[in-house]
């Protein structure tokens, strides 16, 4: 059950007051989890109900960073290894709710914030693909406030991604494929995936 929205503003205003503008962040990042658990917690045996008012708080937080002048959200939606887990209806419903919650709701006119969007959208069903690049098109000329949203991530995958692109940076530049730029750190990984930063030799 949501709060009455006159009593919510007035908890609102009373927080704002507390906080010290020259300690506010400029990038908040949220994870969104723990929403079939608070599910659970309140009676509910459908997991859905859970991921619907998560999506909901979504507008709460935009709205409370956009007021305070925080320019920048990341939200955490799913990982890929969460997609392929989790019970297709589950899946099913969650990524119903990207699509009308988060995707719809940012193209409104009045909606301040940009899209961006992080992750494998080939791990996600197509409607909800094409709900995501459509609002990140629809929104690419807003300026100041940018949300992005990381949907099928994978942390290993990404490290490989972002030293390919370092990679082919460098090749373009003349360095010549599969050379390491020259200071730059490498990073590999251990056989427990725990990420280890070596120097490059010079």
């Known amino acids: 059950m ?16 507390r906080l010290d ?22 009676g509910f045996a459908d ?14 937080l935009l709205a ?27 899946v099913a419903h969650l990524m119903a709710m990207v ?14 914030w940009r899209l961006h969007l992080a992750g494998r ?3 996600v069903p197509d409607s909800t693909a094409r709900a995501l690049k459509g609002a990140a098109e629809a929104t690419a000329h807003r300026e100041g406030a940018h ?3 990381a949907i099928g991530y994978d942390g290993q995958t990404e490290i490989v991604d972002a030293v390919r692109s370092l990679l082919e940076a460098e090749a373009a530049r003349g360095g010549g ?3 390491w730029p020259r200071g730059s750190p490498r990073t590999t990984s251990t056989r427990t995936g725990t990420p280890r930063t070596c120097r490059a030799r010079t």
């Open 177 to 179: 494929s599969g050379t």
């Open 121 to 123: 959208l080939d791990t």
């Open 99 to 112: 699509e009308q919650i988060v995707a719809e709701r940012l193209t409104a006119p009045a909606n301040p």
């Open 47 to 60: 997991a859905g109900v859970g991921h619907r008012y998560g999506a909901e708080h979504l507008d709460d």
């Open 64 to 90: 409370w960073c956009h007021q305070l002048g925080i320019g920048h959200v990341t939200v955490y939606v799913a990982s890929a290894d969460n997609l392929a887990k989790r019970d297709s209806g589950e």
């Open 21 to 42: 503008p020259a300690l506010l962040p400029r990038h908040v990042a949220v994870a969104m989890d723990g929403n079939r658990r608070w599910a659970r917690s309140q």
């Open 147 to 149: 949300l992005t949203v």
């Open 2 to 17: 949501r709060v009455p929205q006159g009593l919510y503003r007035m908890y609102a205003r009373r927080l704002r007051r």
